[in-house]
């Protein structure tokens, strides 16, 4: 499979099940693992970089991971291919930006994904829809198991495995969950919320994790410490709290319907008129109309599109999509102009 081929799709993560899906996007966890005999990557020669990638590829691609399991160099993509991966949430940020030899392996529905020489030597994924963390731990356990067969993990029988930052040492694990949050937003309850989620070790992102602003109403909210802590704890905590800000968001939206009825139609409706008429959108203006449109739908007020399309279209409208598509660099005009259009088709076509 080649990046092309991933343009005119989506992960099964997008697609609008799972528990608590009207609220809860997608589950994530991630294992950070460092092979024995090698020093972190901050500390790798160029050569030594090249010897792990290679001794890691082999290694994944001859496992019994997935079926069609898919690997690219990413040093032979060009920046925008990168820049797409990064929207698709199969490589990091940091991983598109390193250097020396590193890549990532992905399965055909995008739930699976192993970056090698990120900040770690291996960083192993598994995304799913909806509230899920039990069986996406269920899943990466497994990969972890088989990995760990033919591999040898840098693993200390005082602080557990050990890995470049030190706020990973011990599971290695970063557990997460996005949430769509408009109505808590709306009513200025959100930050009370997030200060009682910081006091159980818990942190709040955005989008694309550590670094990056909330944008769309969409919040990724993880553990911030595996040291000390089981991996069965950490889900328990994350477990725990999810459901209660699920609750609030709803009866947040409840308030809305009761108290403001029509400025709330009002103000999902237009939402839902700009992405059908707009000539130009912008990537914040974008990501704020169809943070609205899906709590439209959630709430019976919009019936004729479907889940799965709104969480597709918060991905397929990102720079680098747009720009996949076109087969070249755009600049923010034309990637607004093309936005707006590849939207109202997309919507037409419904």
């Avoid at 991983?95 to 030597?121: C, P, Q, W, Y």
Wanted: glycine share 8%; with cysteine.
């Amino acid at each position: 499979m080649e990046i092309k081929d991933l343009s005119d799709k989506t992960g099964e993560w997008l697609r609008g099940t799972g528990k608590e899906s009207d609220i809860v996007i997608s589950s994530r966890i991630r294992l950070a693992r460092n092979v024995t005999g090698f020093p972190f990557l901050l500390r790798a020669s160029l050569r030594q970089r090249k010897e792990v990638e290679a001794l890691l590829k082999e290694a994944i691609i001859n496992s019994d991971i997935t079926k069609e399991l898919s690997y690219i160099n990413l040093n032979t993509v060009t920046t925008i291919d990168k820049l797409f991966l990064v929207e698709r949430h199969l490589i990091s940020k940091e991983h598109a930006d390193g250097d020396g030899e590193r890549g990532v392996a992905f399965g055909k529905t995008e739930t699976i994904s192993l970056m090698i020489n990120e900040e770690d030597h291996l960083r192993i994924q598994v995304i799913r829809a909806g509230l899920e963390l039990k069986n996406t731990w269920t899943v990466i356990d497994e990969i972890d198991n088989c990995l760990s067969q033919k591999l040898s993990f840098a693993y200390s029988s005082k602080f557990g495995y050990l890995t470049a930052c030190p706020t990973n040492v011990g599971t290695g694990m970063r557990a997460s969950v996005m949430l769509h949050l408009p109505a808590l937003g709306m009513t200025k309850h959100i930050d009370k919320v997030f200060n009682a989620v910081g006091k159980l070790g818990l942190v709040v992102r955005g989008l694309y994790g550590e670094g990056t602003k909330v944008s769309g109403d969409l919040y990724q909210i993880s553990n911030q410490f595996t040291l000390g802590k089981t991996e069965s704890e950490i889900l328990a905590i994350i477990e725990s709290v999810i459901p209660r800000i699920t609750s609030y968001e709803r009866m947040a939206r409840k308030a809305l319907v009761l108290e403001s009825k029509e400025q709330l139609e009002d103000r999902i409706w237009r939402s839902y008129g700009m992405l059908k008429a707009a000539r130009m959108i912008t990537s914040e203006e974008i990501l704020q109309l169809l943070s609205q449109v899906r709590m439209g739908v959630n709430l019976g007020l919009i019936n004729d599109i479907e889940m799965k399309t709104l969480n597709e279209l918060f991905i397929l409208t990102l720079p680098g999509h747009l720009q996949k598509l076109q087969g070249c660099e755009l600049d923010s005009t034309q990637r607004n102009i093309i936005r707006a259009s590849f939207v109202r088709k997309r919507l037409e076509d419904l």
